[in-house]
């Protein structure tokens, strides 16, 4: 089992619809959990941060974490062909040498 | 204007030749980090350094080094050691290491002819 895990996709969905991408990891003890967002020869860049089990929200994102279920998903609400990309989620491995740990990321494309 | 830079964008090498990819963050942030991502295989960690002067290896550490004699840069030398060093390159820094968000550079392309 991978430490992270995210559906490689690709994940299509029409403009204006809601992308729902999601992300398991096997650490229990993790505390920390962040989705970016990679365009195709670019770098990532910080969606959102989430640290506490519920929705976290910002602008047309939601960010939930289930620590019992052990997983993170990003909603991507009135969705935009401006939005297709890969994105990444990475989990902080606790203990004593933390690091992120990354999955290998779900393509989203939105369809105009 | 603060950030993370990288340079060059896109580097050619020889086979057996070192190469030097330069990182530079004027962001104060301590910790810094390079990682390699091919296609399919999402981020792998080098290198990360905590503070100046000290850094500690990550997952495929093997044909690089790296040196942290400033605060604000975090160059990466691929050597010739390295077997298949065709990749796109990412630095990143964060205030500290561990739970801190991590933050990106442009990254640099490097293809070894």
């Known amino acids: 089992q991978k430490e992270v895990e995210q559906n490689s996709g690709p994940l299509s969905v029409p403009e204006g619809a809601i992308a729902s991408l999601n992300c398991t990891y096997s650490?229990?003890?993790?505390?920390?959990f962040f989705w970016y967002r990679q365009y195709s020869g670019k770098s990532p860049e910080l969606i959102m941060s989430?640290?506490s089990n519920g929705d976290k929200e910002d602008g047309r994102f939601t960010a939930q974490l289930n620590k019992a279920s052990q997983y993170v998903s990003l909603l991507i609400r009135d969705s935009q062909p401006s939005d297709s990309a890969t994105y990444l989620c990475a989990v902080e491995r606790a203990g004593n040498n933390r690091k992120l740990i990354w999955g290998l990321g779900t393509s989203l494309a939105v369809n105009p | 204007d603060g950030g993370i830079t990288q340079s060059p964008k896109y580097l050619f090498r020889k086979e057996g030749q070192n190469v030097t990819l330069s990182c530079e963050q004027n962001?104060?942030?301590?910790?810094m980090y390079w990682y390699r991502q091919d296609p399919g295989q999402g981020l792998r960690l080098i290198y990360y350094s905590q503070i100046v002067n000290d850094f500690q290896k990550g997952d495929i550490a093997e044909g690089y080094s790296v040196s942290r004699e400033k605060k604000e840069s975090f160059p990466l030398t691929v050597t010739s050691a390295q077997k298949n060093p065709t990749a796109f390159y990412l630095c990143?820094?964060?205030?500290?290491?561990?739970?801190?968000?991590?933050?990106f550079g442009p990254g640099t392309r490097l293809t070894v002819l």
């Open positions: 990143a820094s964060s205030i500290r290491r561990g739970t801190d968000t991590q933050y």
């Open positions: 989430i640290y």
């Open positions: 962001l104060n942030h301590d910790a």
């Open positions: 650490d229990r003890g993790s505390q920390s």
